[in-house]
């Protein structure tokens, strides 16, 4: 692989053969898929990820020991809350999206998955076989760094592709939630495959492969896409320093709609959502990290399966909520009003699961798992609603306020040598709204 001359042409996107376009969409889904799994087996799992400093609970999980609870008079406590993981795979992707913006349009899109899919393996490697919790959290975040880092660079580079590729990137990802947590029931299920919680996560160490083969051999780039080589090692990152701003983005910043920005105008436009998503984003975590592990019901109203095959099942159940929610936009989508109620619907949940873990009232766990659901269903709902709502109903100059925005970044931080120059610092940005946008609308074009 060479690194494509700044003279290179761009092919049009009309011309690009039909089943080029769907090679590239069915692309994006494996690599949303791929990029986001490793990220959700870990929070499957995270019980027994924590149980490594458990003696009772290690030797019961090793031993394929995952009884049924006879009696529930006393409480099923463990010593960490899988809250710890969470905050671990959160911690890692935005520490790289936080510090990415500032060096990583430098890096060749195929360095970047090299060393994603390279923090992949060695994240399932740390989780599967490290002897104590903190490396086993190492694991997590070295995951969580991976899934960032994929996630930003891979959104860029949707920017060189038809938009239809976002598609595929979106149900991918959607598709992650789901498979992951399945996956790794059903592998960890004493009554299915029984496999311990150390082999299942070996036995995905093929999804790193899939993500590796996907992009480098599958997906077809185009011309405007740079590319390193691997024998040279002065191409796998840029040392040169910016060039001056280009004349067209400098005439564009300069324009006089750019300039009469009302920035109370954009706020006020998006101001009555912040609340709702921290509401719907805390309850959901509080719900799954917190209070499903403490949920636990006997033999004969659990249907044989013991809280560890709870929790696993709570979290596809829960996925499986998700998933249906964010694919239905394109048959129906909430007025204000509803979008505006899920979050007490969603806070109304959590206050439930927490009185019930003080106070036993939920009969049987295909109650607590339907409730599960309905959770899952509300968060997809309001993910994807919030901001279908937001593309059609924000005042225009919020529209704007962004296209100002990423020409800002583009003329300060980013080399604008020529016109097929994609900007990474952008896709961090303001392309966490443009893409989310994407997501919800679910565009086929």
């Excluded at 480098?216 to 990152?237: G, H, N």
């Excluded at 954009?266 to 805390?282: A, N, R």
Aim: aromatic share 12%; net charge positive; hydrophobic share 45%.
């Amino acid at each position: 692989m060479q690194v494509e001359s700044d003279t290179s042409k761009p092919t049009p996107i009309d011309t690009i053969p039909t089943a080029v376009r769907r090679r590239n969409v069915i692309s994006f889904l494996i690599l949303g898929l791929c990029n986001n799994y490793v990220l959700v087996l870990m929070l499957s799992g995270a019980q027994d990820l924590l149980a490594k400093d458990d003696p009772a609970a290690l030797a019961a999980r090793q031993n394929h020991s995952d009884h049924c609870l006879e009696d529930l008079n006393a409480r099923h406590c463990t010593k960490t809350s899988t809250g710890l993981v969470l905050i671990c795979n959160i911690l890692g992707s935005l520490t790289i999206k936080a510090i990415g913006p500032f060096f990583i349009h430098r890096v060749p899109y195929g360095v970047r998955l090299l060393v994603v899919c390279s923090a992949q393996t060695s994240a399932i490697f740390l989780a599967a076989l490290a002897p104590n919790v903190p490396l086993t959290l190492v694991g997590v975040l070295v995951a969580s760094f991976a899934a960032g880092l994929g996630e930003m660079s891979l959104l860029s580079l949707a920017s060189h592709f038809p938009r239809s590729t976002i598609l595929g990137w979106s149900s991918g990802t959607g598709l992650a939630g789901l498979a992951g947590s399945l996956i790794y029931a059903v592998l960890t299920d004493v009554r299915l495959l029984a496999f311990s919680s150390s082999t299942a996560l070996l036995l995905n160490l093929a999804f790193p492969v899939i993500y590796f083969i996907t992009y480098f051999v599958v997906l077809v780039y185009p011309s405007t896409v740079k590319k390193a080589c691997l024998f040279s090692p002065s191409s796998w990152f840029d040392f040169k320093k910016s060039s001056k701003v280009s004349p067209n983005y400098q005439k564009q910043i300069n324009e006089p709609n750019t300039q009469k920005i009302n920035k109370m105008e954009i706020f006020k436009g998006v101001s009555k959502f912040y609340l709702s998503i921290f509401i719907i984003y805390f309850s959901q975590y509080f719900i799954n990290q917190g209070l499903l592990e403490l949920t636990l019901f006997d033999c004969t109203r659990a249907f044989g399966m013991g809280p560890a095959a709870m929790y696993r099942y709570y979290q596809v159940l829960y996925q499986t909520g998700v998933f249906i929610s964010r694919s239905s936009l394109p048959f129906f989508s909430l007025n204000l009003c509803m979008i505006l109620s899920l979050p007490w619907m969603q806070a109304s949940l959590m206050i439930l699961f927490c009185i019930n873990t003080f106070i036993a009232f939920i009969p049987h766990f295909a109650v607590a798992a339907g409730l599960v659901f309905i959770e899952g269903l509300i968060a997809g709902s309001s993910y994807s609603n919030i901001y279908n709502h937001i593309y059609k109903s924000v005042s225009p100059i919020f529209t704007i306020f962004l296209k100002f925005y990423q020409k800002w970044l583009r003329s300060h931080f980013i080399n604008c040598r020529n016109s097929i120059v994609r900007s990474e610092i952008f896709s961090s940005a303001s392309i966490s709204i443009s893409v989310s946008r994407q997501f919800a609308i679910i565009d086929n074009g």
